[in-house]
């Protein structure tokens, strides 16, 4: 239980203060409500997974845990869920936001539930392209596009880039679990190799957000958030706890966030 709970406030934090601090950064009245959003969202889709996870995978520990207490997760979920339908109604101004959060909505479905003999996840090197997707869509291009305000391409690329980097310790853990069929970055390249790529990606997240917002040049926050999460990355290997994912890297998401509320 404490794991559960640790796990899904930091994910759903870090996920709330991102979204909400790009929104802010970009003149969204509403950034605080898109935060929200961009919480209770997180809880559906990472407890869903847990749910599937844990009927593949339930001698793990933490999903043998999961597997116990379906209801306690089905209750996060459900409640998750009118949070977030409440704040859509609030929220929703802009008929392509409906066309925007269906098709996410469709691709976070077809990534855990098996349509034939296997889900979206299992198609090869498609998992984290599946991830980063999501979130950018919902973190990032929802609030901004629902708003009516102009949507810079660069901004959009520089955050799936940087999901991309951010999601590749979590294909190193899963090395265990993924079938090799899969071609998750870690199998492509080995492990050695998938940190040097997500450092390289975290480098031109960077560079690409600096080039074009010129206000990231004086912003300690951003530049540590940046270092720390290439730190974090390349101390990743295969022993690492879930401790270090779900607190650690997560938790760093969490700092970028905060990054862009800094000077306004």
Not at 76 to 82: A, E, H, Y
Request: charged fraction near 10%; proline fraction near 3%.
């Amino acid at each position: 239980m404490t794991y559960f709970i640790y796990a899904n406030s930091v994910v759903a934090l870090s996920t709330a203060v991102l979204s909400g601090g790009i929104a802010f950064a970009f003149g969204c009245e509403n950034w605080l409500l898109y935060g929200l959003f961009a919480f209770f969202s997180t809880l559906i889709v990472y407890n869903g997974q847990r749910l599937v996870k844990a009927q593949v995978l339930g001698t793990n520990p933490w999903l043998a845990w999961v597997k116990r207490n379906t209801r306690v997760i089905y209750a996060f979920i459900v409640l998750s869920l009118l949070a977030s339908i409440i704040l859509f109604i609030e929220l929703i101004n802009s008929s392509m936001s409906y066309v925007l959060l269906g098709i996410t909505v469709l691709v976070a479905i077809a990534y855990v539930l098996r349509i034939g003999n296997r889900n979206a996840r299992e198609i090869p090197y498609l998992k984290i392209h599946l991830i980063a997707f999501t979130w950018t869509v919902v973190l990032i291009a929802f609030p901004l596009i629902n708003e009516q305000k102009e949507a810079p391409w660069w901004l959009i690329i520089a955050h799936y880039i940087y999901v991309l980097a951010v999601t590749i310790p979590f294909d190193i853990r899963d090395l265990k679990h993924d079938l090799p069929s899969q071609r998750t970055i870690p199998q492509v390249l080995g492990v050695n190799g998938a940190k040097t790529m997500g450092a390289f990606l975290l480098l031109l997240f960077a560079a690409i957000m600096v080039w074009n917002q010129e206000s990231l040049l004086t912003n300690p926050i951003f530049y540590f958030a940046v270092l720390l999460q290439i730190y974090l990355v390349v101390r990743m290997n295969e022993e690492r706890s879930d401790f270090y994912c779900a607190g650690w890297i997560d938790g760093a998401i969490l700092l970028l966030g905060v990054s862009y509320f800094y000077g306004g």
